[in-house]
């Protein structure tokens, strides 16, 4: 092809300078702003700066990751505000991701009850306001029973208004034992696979093994199981109703996006390539695993990586439903020191490198595949 | 909602104009009203009635300073605010003063740069349980779930209760009251805890079913709620300070809505000359010589005000009857 001319580009050397300027008055614009708003705003008592975060915090936190007591910082609490953001959010982004290409296959799928029903989903869940829905998942997991009447599904695993409490695995070295007898039936398994054993026979072999060798170790109790005491389980591992309906709705809600994203991928691929597929022998499952989405995903990846942005940004939603994120916990920090501007600076700035780190991982995984395509 | 939106706009006010121009009474006069900040529903304090009206004891501070400063009580723009927004509002120059069942504490008075008027509420935080939970006292609670709202000087009050006495428990933290409501009777939550002031207004206002609920005994903190203004401001705090604390003055004094009048005519010296027979305390506040009168008149005093609000949620005066009936309520003299 003839390379266009554009007869109004400048030239190199020009449009550095122009841009060069544009730049230092933008610049110089904002640190006038910056200046006046914080003469003002200190006029006014909104005080700046981060001093704080060396503070204690004096507040007591829901869910930590990592350990806290109220005596610990004002920064180590906000540490704990992003790594719930993030224990939110990455497993909602993956049921998304699961879910929006199931819906979506459906949405171009041949049996037109399946195209109604994944329909039906993408509509009424892109149409309802976000908060609406975690409003209703969390209204659904805090109307289970109160923990003393709570049912025990199997053993060691409650569900109760309080939340789903599962057996716990305690830091002991004897897993590492289990570990290694579960990975050599896997190697076992995988070597059987080869001489064409049946996989029902070879798929219980790793669980038989760990199961085995604890066995042999004596039965120790490796796990914390949850008990009912006082007014609460104590013990095990709880998923909380706030947690479950922060992470539920947002993957729910996510995947109806996803979906719509994933039949337009689908969409774009050429017939062509469905035919040769089918020519080849092959049979639907495989010619949408080998042939079509491979081909899609490269439509799919740049609007994918705005809708995972997104799903995190929305995950601040969570202080309606009670859930210690971030903005939940950086709220608290604003209005016990007064620190609104500095406050809001680091959410944004938390926010700004998730994102960041996110979109930067998708940019990689989509230069990977082009050239993958290149080749 | 978030306080975001009046930071950014304090913010950007700073962008063109570096300094607050004119007094806030000046720019009430102008006006020709009173924006006072107030809370979005907790009946008895603040919420809207079934015609919208306004109605509570906060409510009733802001109609006594707009009626001192305009003659009438009606003249006054409320503001519903919540937890988060409201230092925010104040800050931004989006009210003129908040009556929010605030608490006046230090950080609040130094940090935030506000300037607080009379306690018209003596309150504590407190706890409130299910009956069917069997718990009759806070040091029964160890272990438990406890609904609180932040943006409250709740949050970091119980935290430090439960810390001092080595006891542990799970927070559940919202900053929608209604959200957090739900959740409590929902059975979220063993416990909710706020001002006792509160508790009893959502007891018997939000549970269905008051009977089915207990406020503990036990008073965790002080929470002595009081109307604010922004610091530096001292003629238009002088206002706000003496609008409300006639209004105590005038149930010390036997005054009240209706005999006002009579008592204004009286022989007393010191009543003709608070209720405006003389001018020289109304000008020494730079408002009309009936100030105070119009307050009581329009709003009645103090007692009436608590009655006609708190009544209803059965609070009994406690620490907020007169300090010559065993309160700590105690109105400095205007003279
Ligand atoms: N006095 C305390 C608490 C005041 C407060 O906000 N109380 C809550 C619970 S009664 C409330 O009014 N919430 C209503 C709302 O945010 O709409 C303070 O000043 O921080």
């Given amino acids: 092809m003839q390379a266009r001319s554009y007869p109004w580009r400048l030239s190199r050397g020009r449009a550095l300078l122009l841009q060069g300027g544009v730049l230092l008055a933008l610049l110089a614009l904002l640190a006038w702003c910056w200046h006046n708003a914080s003469l003002r705003l200190a006029a006014q008592g909104v005080s700046s700066g981060f001093g704080f975060l060396q503070r204690e915090a004096g507040f007591a936190i829901a869910e930590t990751p990592i350990a806290w007591s109220p005596a610990d910082t004002y920064l180590r609490a906000l540490g704990i505000g992003l790594l719930n953001t993030l224990k939110v959010s990455l497993p909602a982004l993956l049921l998304a991701s699961a879910l929006g290409v199931a819906v979506g296959i459906a949405l171009g799928a041949q049996s037109r009850l399946w195209r109604r029903l994944a329909r039906g989903y993408v509509e009424s869940l892109r149409n309802v306001p976000l908060l609406l829905q975690l409003f209703v998942w969390y209204g659904v997991f805090s109307a289970l029973p109160p923990p003393r009447q709570a049912p025990q599904l199997l053993p060691g695993v409650f569900l109760s208004g309080r939340g789903l409490l599962l057996p716990a695995p305690l830091a002991d070295l004897r897993w590492l034992w289990l570990a290694g007898a579960a990975l050599l039936a896997v190697g076992l398994a995988w070597a059987l696979y080869r001489r064409r054993w049946p996989l029902p026979v070879l798929l219980p072999l790793p669980p038989l093994a760990a199961v085995g060798s604890w066995w042999a170790l004596g039965a120790p109790p490796l796990w914390s199981l949850p008990v009912l005491g006082g007014f609460n389980f104590h013990g095990g591992l709880l998923l909380s109703p706030e947690f479950a309906a922060l992470g539920c709705g947002l993957a729910f809600y996510s995947a109806s996006y996803i979906a719509e994203i994933v039949r337009g991928g689908i969409d774009a691929v050429p017939a062509g390539q469905r035919e040769a597929g089918l020519a080849l022998g092959l049979r639907r499952a495989e010619l949408m695993r080998l042939i079509v989405l491979p081909q899609a995903l490269r439509v799919m990846l740049p609007p994918l990586a705005g809708q995972y942005l997104s799903l995190i940004k929305n995950s601040s939603l969570a202080v309606a439903i009670g859930y210690p994120d971030l903005v939940s916990i950086a709220n608290t920090a604003i209005n016990q020191t007064g620190q609104a501007i500095s406050g809001i600076l680091l959410i944004m700035l938390a926010y700004l490198s998730v994102s960041l780190v996110v979109a930067a991982l998708m940019a990689w995984w989509n230069r990977r595949l082009l050239q993958r395509g290149e080749a | 909602m978030s306080p975001l939106p009046f930071v950014l706009a304090a913010a950007l006010g700073g962008f063109v104009a570096p300094a607050l121009a004119g007094t806030t009474f000046d720019a009430v006069k102008q006006r020709g009203a009173l924006r006072c900040g107030v809370n979005v529903s907790v009946p008895g304090f603040s919420s809207p009635d079934s015609q919208g009206h306004w109605q509570g004891l906060d409510v009733d501070v802001c109609r006594a300073v707009a009626a001192a400063v305009f003659g009438d009580a009606g003249k006054v723009e409320f503001v519903p605010l919540n937890a988060q927004q409201r230092f925010a509002a104040l800050q931004s120059g989006e009210i003129d003063m908040l009556s929010r069942n605030t608490t006046w504490t230090l950080t609040r008075d130094a940090e935030l740069k506000l300037d607080f008027g009379p306690v018209v509420f003596f309150d504590g935080q407190g706890f409130m349980v299910a009956k069917a939970l069997g718990v009759s006292r806070a040091g029964q609670l160890d272990g438990a779930s406890v609904c609180?709202?932040?943006?409250?000087?709740?949050?970091?009050?119980?935290?430090?209760?439960?810390?001092?006495?080595?006891?542990?428990f799970r927070p559940v933290v919202m900053d929608n009251f209604d959200e957090l409501n739900k959740a409590f009777f929902a059975g979220r939550c063993d416990v909710y805890t706020t001002d006792r002031s509160g508790l009893a207004s959502i007891r018997m206002t939000m549970s269905g079913k008051p009977d089915d609920y207990l406020i503990l005994p036990d008073m965790i903190s002080k929470e002595p709620l009081a109307p604010a203004v922004r610091h530096g401001d001292q003629d238009w705090a002088d206002v706000v300070r003496w609008s409300v604390m006639v209004l105590i003055e005038a149930e010390e004094?036997?005054?009240?809505?209706?005999?006002?009048?009579?008592?204004?005519?009286?022989?007393?010296?010191?009543?003709?000359?608070?209720?405006?027979?003389?001018?020289?305390?109304?000008?020494?506040?730079?408002?009309?010589q009936d100030w105070a009168f119009q307050a009581i008149r329009q709003v009645g005093n103090y007692g009436e005000v608590y009655q006609?609000?708190?009544?209803?949620?059965?609070?009994?005066?406690?620490l907020n009857a007169l300090w010559t009936q065993g309160g700590l309520l105690y109105a400095i003299p205007a003279r």
């Fill in chain 2, 308 to 318: 006609r609000n708190l009544g209803p949620l059965g609070l009994d005066r406690g």
């Fill in chain 2, 253 to 288: 004094l036997g005054v009240t809505s209706a005999n006002v009048a009579e008592k204004r005519d009286s022989a007393d010296p010191a009543l003709g000359r608070l209720l405006g027979r003389t001018p020289d305390l109304g000008q020494a506040l730079g408002l009309p």
């Fill in chain 2, 148 to 168: 609180v709202q932040s943006g409250t000087s709740t949050e970091q009050s119980v935290s430090d209760w439960f810390r001092a006495r080595g006891m542990s």
